[in-house]
């Protein structure tokens, strides 16, 4: 079975119309903190926030009128199930979603919201498959494989297909890698379009299905874990998409949770665009390999939008953590009126913020007539937390960072 770019240029003539020629834009201030040239096409701009509209619209419009009767069925973590329910909404087709307990609110309540009939099984992707398949036989429905099909495979690759034509001279595509089908696709189009670019698959490092695959071991072991990539945490990557990529990927790499999470902070930080852990995996790729990618031109797809609004909130906090710009001093001193507000003017003072402050009185290894106090601060930088520190300790209110 194999995928041609023949099979991607009729998959963009089929979706010319139905879905968004979204941007790829050159972002000056990641290339500066990457070290690459980085262009971003942002696949987030998508009406269901993510490319998975493309694969899953070029199937639909390639069944017959009977199947379209019949109706369809996949399994999917989010993306797929949006854009597959989005578009046979469109086109009077019923479908059926099964989708892993875990998956986050925000996405279960998107897909119901087009219509879709959601069923909620098992703990990850792999487990929802075997239930959309007993599924599928028992109603005779059609099954929408997100990744291990080809015309779902030529959906995707008209991302690269538009990236090339943007901007021709990229030199490296690093594309996110669950189940292979966005790599598959990609990796076609840009091998035939340009032969000379390099495709770098990345994983999360909890599911390396892919790099397991690639050394010879194809199932579950060694993979796992609460990632914050949950639209790429496959624990087995699809015979034909892996047959078709394979071949044409230069390298894949691993990456580490605290990677996506900055990715993610610094797409919302610096771009102003939301992206989910997933869909932020190619510019996670360039924070935890700069070497690897240093002085290319990158051409990175933001993969999906679709994050839960209380994992962005928490993945925002903890970067100002991660970057000392929010943090909590402890300090201990003697238990007198005053205390407290000389060390709020210090603070004020140097122009930070108090956040929280939580007073404790009865810690057995404070003195009795001493106190202990907790001050959550918001800085501007480490090296201003350092100032602060410093101000305090030659005021006699020696600080802990907790």
């Known amino acids: 079975m194999t995928l041609s770019i023949d099979d991607i240029r009729a998959a963009a003539d089929r979706l010319n119309g139905h879905i968004e020629r979204t941007p790829c834009r050159l972002s000056k201030t990641l290339s500066e903190i990457t070290g690459a040239e980085v262009w971003v096409k942002f696949e987030n701009l998508q009406f269901t926030a993510a490319y998975k509209e493309r694969g899953a619209l070029n199937k639909l419009l390639q ?34 979603i099964v989708m892993p307990r875990s998956t986050p609110f925000v996405k279960v309540q998107q897909t119901r919201a087009f219509g879709a009939e959601v069923v909620l099984e098992g703990d990850g992707y792999d487990e929802a498959s075997g239930k959309a398949k007993q599924i599928c036989e028992e109603r005779d429905l059609v099954f929408v494989h997100p990744f291990n099909d ?10 690269a297909l538009e990236m090339l034509e943007d901007v021709p001279d990229l030199d490296v595509l690093p594309i996110p890698i669950g189940g292979g089908g966005l790599i598959a696709g990609c990796a076609t189009a840009a091998k035939h379009l340009k032969p000379g670019i390099q495709v770098v698959g990345l994983e999360p490092a909890m599911y390396p299905s892919f790099t397991a695959r690639m050394r010879g071991v194809n199932g ?7 990632t914050i990539a949950e639209g790429i945490a496959v624990k087995q990557v699809g015979d034909v998409s892996y047959g078709v990529a394979r071949p044409l990927i230069d390298e894949v790499l691993l990456v580490e949770e605290p990677f996506f999470e900055r990715a ?26 700069p070497e690897r990618f240093r002085g290319k031109k990158a051409g990175l797809i933001i993969t999906g939008g679709n994050i839960d609004t209380r994992l962005l909130a928490s993945v925002l906090t903890r970067e100002l953590v991660r970057e000392q710009r929010l943090v909590s001093l402890r300090i201990i001193g003697d238990d007198r009126p005053g205390l407290l507000a000389n060390v709020s003017a210090i ?53 802990r960072a907790v």
């Open 347 to 399: 603070i004020g003072q140097m122009g930070a913020n108090i956040v929280e402050v939580a007073h404790n009185r009865l810690a057995l290894d404070v003195p009795a007539k001493g106190a202990e106090f907790d001050i959550m601060i918001e800085t501007r930088d480490a090296k201003h937390t350092q100032e602060i520190m410093d101000a305090l300790r030659e005021r006699g209110y020696p600080p």
């Open 264 to 289: 993610v902070a610094l797409y919302c930080n610096v771009e102003k665009t939301v992206a989910e852990g997933a869909g932020a995996a190619a510019l996670a790729g360039l924070l935890a390999y």
């Open 63 to 96: 069944l017959t009128d009977a199947e379209k009767k019949r109706g369809v069925i996949a399994a999917s973590a989010g993306n797929h199930s949006q854009g597959l329910a989005y578009h046979a909404a469109r086109l009077g087709i019923p479908v059926t």
């Open 220 to 226: 579950a072991s060694g993979t796992g874990g609460a």
């Open 150 to 159: 080809l015309d779902v495979m030529a959906g995707q690759g008209t991302v």
